[in-house]
């Protein structure tokens, strides 16, 4: 058989795509297909570790593991990483190459569409099918020029493409409607259906407009997708859905968490989440850190730096340092652990201007930040509890001094990262994966732990998904329509 390829694009961002094409990826999967995903441009500071050495969105790493493959940097050839408002790091095929503004990458991204293509056509020599995710909505006409992440990408690779509008949000009848009539002919005729998701309630009050749409449209409806609640077990793709995020369960044992500015890998909370005993608040900007929270955690951030700076505007450096008196953990993860030391260097200009910062000096280490990124994926021993541990590391750092000698955790026989007893620095992301750990890490802070197994439930509610869009959405049709590279 040979390779066949479709696209999901949105009426805009976060209606869906993601969720909807790892749920494809594990139904066909599940019929035994070979599946990958695809996405050409993502933008996010939520990257994974690929099994060949590079980084690419979450997202894609999850959809892999949707189809039941190993992630691989074709799955998602070109990753901006926001370092500023206006400015981002561009990681191609896997691999960090240059830090460009907006306007630049605006003005130069047509050049990065030969070896997205080629990514294209390297993934697609070992799978039946490719699942490819748009970014934002092909209705932005303003970025329709040099596009190679929506329709530049579907007419390059000439892959026919369904649109996806959120009903919930309201408008989707104007929203999938009103794409069809803002891009050009030529574009319209790469949309070969559509699909309505996020319904909540009876699925037939919809039948009037889903009639309306196919008029208007000359499209046919592959579906209406019911509101799927365990989606909330699956990774967000990015740092949007921590914005209004507040308090999250309702347990004894209280974890605050700094939204910084540049939050990176934000889902290694993901299990905490799910912990019976635990009760988790993203804390906004403008707020203080609860004087009751019994351990903070800084995230990974991607530009270090600046996002010390950002906590102490917040003043949320006082509030840790406060808690950390009164004998509360605190614990450090990438970024985080870099901020919990005496100092951050950046002598080369790495993040941006050359200098020197300042930390919260709960651990006697300083970072010097070098250009060369470490990205592995690891398996390592927590030193307190002698649990194991898996996870990734994916930093630009080398952090020192005499903290390291009480590491966090050991690689291989080798210390790494750093620990007072109560303030705790490591490089290790996703190691609340690891069941044994988690529950040993919250069990020796004395807070409550359940039995949630949580890789298992992450293949539970992929399997969960595909079954919801098996029996919502045309499958046989979307095969269809897939059209051959």
């Known amino acids: 058989m040979s390779c066949a390829a479709i696209m999901l694009q949105g009426t805009g961002s976060d209606v869906g795509k993601s969720l909807i094409a790892a749920g494809l ?16 441009q993502n933008m996010s500071n939520n990257a994974a570790v690929t099994v060949d050495g590079g980084e690419i969105g979450r997202a894609q790493a999850l959809q892999a593991r949707a189809a039941r493959i190993d992630p691989i940097v074709h799955m998602n050839p070109v990753l901006l990483k926001p370092e500023t408002t206006t400015g981002a790091q561009v ?41 490819v995710e748009g970014a934002g909505s092909p209705a932005e006409t303003n970025l329709r020029k ?36 803002m891009i050009s002919p030529a574009d319209a005729a790469r949309l070969k259906g559509f699909i309505i998701n996020n319904f909540h309630g009876d699925i037939k009050l919809f039948d009037e407009g889903r009639l309306i749409l196919q008029e208007a449209t000359a499209t ?68 203080p850190i609860p004087a009751n929270t019994d351990l903070v955690i800084i995230p990974g951030t991607k530009s270090t730096m600046a996002d010390m700076a950002y906590m102490r505007q917040q003043g949320w450096d006082i509030d840790i340092k406060a808690l950390a008196r009164q004998g509360k953990n605190v614990l450090g993860i990438c970024g985080g ?22 930390g919260l000096g709960l651990l006697d280490v300083e970072t010097v930040l070098v250009a060369d990124k470490t990205l592995t994926n690891i398996n390592a021993v927590h030193t307190n509890t002698g649990t194991p541990m898996k996870g990734y590391e994916i930093h630009l750092g080398e952090t020192t001094g005499p903290a390291c000698s009480h590491p966090f955790a050991h690689i ?34 004395q807070a409550e732990t359940g039995n949630i197994a949580f890789e298992q439930l992450i293949d539970e509610t992929l399997d969960d998904l595909a079954e919801h869009l098996h029996k919502h959405l045309d499958l046989d049709e979307i095969l269809k329509i897939a059209a051959p590279i």
């Open 25 to 40: 990826a594990r139904a066909f999967a599940n019929q035994g297909m070979k599946v990958a995903p695809f996405k050409p």
């Open 412 to 445: 291989d026989g080798k210390a790494e990262g750093a620990s007072t007893g109560l303030v705790h620095g490591t490089y290790l992301h996703g190691c609340f994966t690891g069941d044994e750990f988690r529950r040993a890490l919250l069990a020796s802070m």
């Open 337 to 358: 652990y870099q901020m919990l030391g005496r100092k951050i260097h950046d002598p080369g200009g790495v993040e941006g201007t050359s200098g020197t910062i300042d």
């Open 146 to 181: 040099g596009d190679i992440a929506n329709m530049g990408f579907a007419h390059a690779a000439n892959i026919p493409a369904l649109l996806i509008g959120d009903i919930h949000r309201g408008g989707v009848i104007a929203s999938i409607a009103g794409t069809f009539q």
């Open 220 to 287: 046919p409806c592959l579906g209406i997708i019911p509101h799927f609640p365990n989606a909330r077990n699956l990774p967000a793709e990015d740092a949007v859905a921590m914005e209004t995020a507040g308090s999250i369960g309702d347990g004894n044992f209280r974890i605050a968490i700094p939204r910084l500015s540049r939050i990176a890998n934000f889902d290694d909370l993901d299990p905490l989440k799910l912990e019976p005993g635990v009760s988790l608040s993203i804390i906004q900007p403008g707020s």
């Open 91 to 131: 990681i191609i095929q896997g691999k960090a190459e240059t830090t460009l503004s907006a306007r630049q990458y605006m003005q130069t991204r047509q050049q990065y569409m030969p070896r997205v293509l080629d990514s294209f056509h390297q993934l697609a020599k070992g799978v039946d099918l490719i699942i």
